[in-house]
């Protein structure tokens, strides 16, 4: 039963339900309301419950899944360093570029850097998907929500 008790989906379980718990606690500081005038607590009383839930279903997974399936997949995959070094470019490369560059040039460079880092994309899915992304953004971001990050931009914004 020790070995149960440090499986990692065990571990992360409780990790949630503690984090889920402590974020439902909090949120009773402010004016929950209710659903149809949320106050400011609504939405943290929400998300703690749901991840309390969550970290439940996962403790009780991770007690009852046997240690040696876990192991095996852990030994199947190895980590994918070549995709977190270019998701990592690709939101350092978003971060200076949505300053200095803009919206377009900040999108397309984290999409498209991004899915450079998957092992079955290509350079020619990695540019449909960036070109699809860049124009998703710039109608959400832009023309709807009008987020104050131009479009284009040369320089310090």
């Known amino acids: 039963m020790k070995e149960h008790l440090l499986h990692k989906d065990f571990m992360g379980g409780v990790l ?5 718990t402590a974020v439902s606690v909090n949120s009773a500081t402010f004016d929950i309301g209710t659903l ?20 439940i279903v996962l403790a009780i997974e991770g007690s009852t899944s046997s240690q040696d399936a876990s192991e ?10 070549k995709a977190w070094a270019l998701i990592s470019i690709g939101i350092l490369s978003f971060v200076v570029l ?6 377009l040039i900040a999108t397309f ?10 092992r079955d994309n290509t350079w020619r899915s990695a540019a449909l998907l960036t070109i699809v992304m860049v124009a998703v953004s710039v109608v959400v ?17």
């Open 36 to 55: 149809s005038q949320m106050g400011p607590g609504f939405f943290p009383l929400v998300l703690g419950l749901v991840l309390t839930v969550v970290g």
């Open 16 to 20: 949630m339900f503690a984090i889920g």
């Open 141 to 157: 971001f832009w023309w709807a929500l009008k987020i104050q990050l131009p479009l284009l931009a040369w320089g310090n914004v």
């Open 109 to 118: 460079s984290i999409v498209f850097i991004s899915a450079l880092g998957d």
């Open 98 to 103: 949505a300053r200095f560059a803009g919206l």
């Open 72 to 81: 095996k997949r852990e030994k199947e995959h190895s980590p994918e360093w």
